[in-house]
């Protein structure tokens, strides 16, 4: 074998040594590579569990106070991608069960077809509800007093709720108070 041959069949060795060697490396960091580059951990639940607070659905829909109970949840709306592509966009979706009164003061809507409810949710949902529009993405079934409603984080927080009228409890002082 010629010089210049071994030479070759050296780097070509060496090479090959360094390539294998960077698998290996890629191999053992492949879990912490999406942490490095700044990607959220794909290993992290993409929905909560199923909450039961009154507070923030009673902010985010004030005409439906008061509220007696509440199963909600959130979950990303799309799938994770690395690197993201933009901000994550969160639904919320959720029963909320109203006093009868409540219930009554809704406007009549068209008939709805059922929602496509989560699984973690559907122990909470009425049985055999008929369910109505009532505007503001809500549903609601008379006969249960129950509200199945659907958010986006993507709208305002302004966004209004329900279109019928706000209970005398959830307008709050008609004057402001003495300073």
Not at 128 to 135: F, K, L, R
Not at 160 to 167: E, I, K, Q
Request: charged share 15%.
């Amino acid at each position: 074998m010629t010089r210049p041959a071994k030479i070759a069949l050296a780097i070509t060795a060496a090479l090959s040594a360094c390539v294998i060697a960077l698998c290996g490396v890629a191999l053992a960091l492949k879990d912490w590579v999406p942490g490095l580059a700044g990607c959220a951990d794909p290993t992290r639940p993409a929905k909560t569990s199923v909450i039961t607070e009154k507070a923030r659905i009673e902010q985010s829909y004030p005409t439906m106070k008061p509220i007696q109970s509440v199963h909600w949840q959130e979950h990303e709306a799309r799938a994770r991608s690395c690197p993201e592509i933009g901000p994550m966009d969160y639904e919320m979706n959720g029963f909320a069960v109203l006093t009868a009164q409540r219930a009554a003061a809704a406007p009549d809507g068209p008939a709805a077809a059922d929602p496509d409810v989560p699984a973690d949710l559907r122990p909470f949902a009425p049985p055999s509800p008929h369910w109505i529009t009532v505007g503001d993405g809500l549903l609601l079934d008379r006969a249960s007093a129950t509200v199945y409603f659907t958010r986006f984080s993507s709208r305002p927080p302004s966004s209004p709720g329900p279109s019928w009228p706000a209970s005398p409890s959830s307008r709050g002082p008609s004057s402001p108070p003495p300073s």
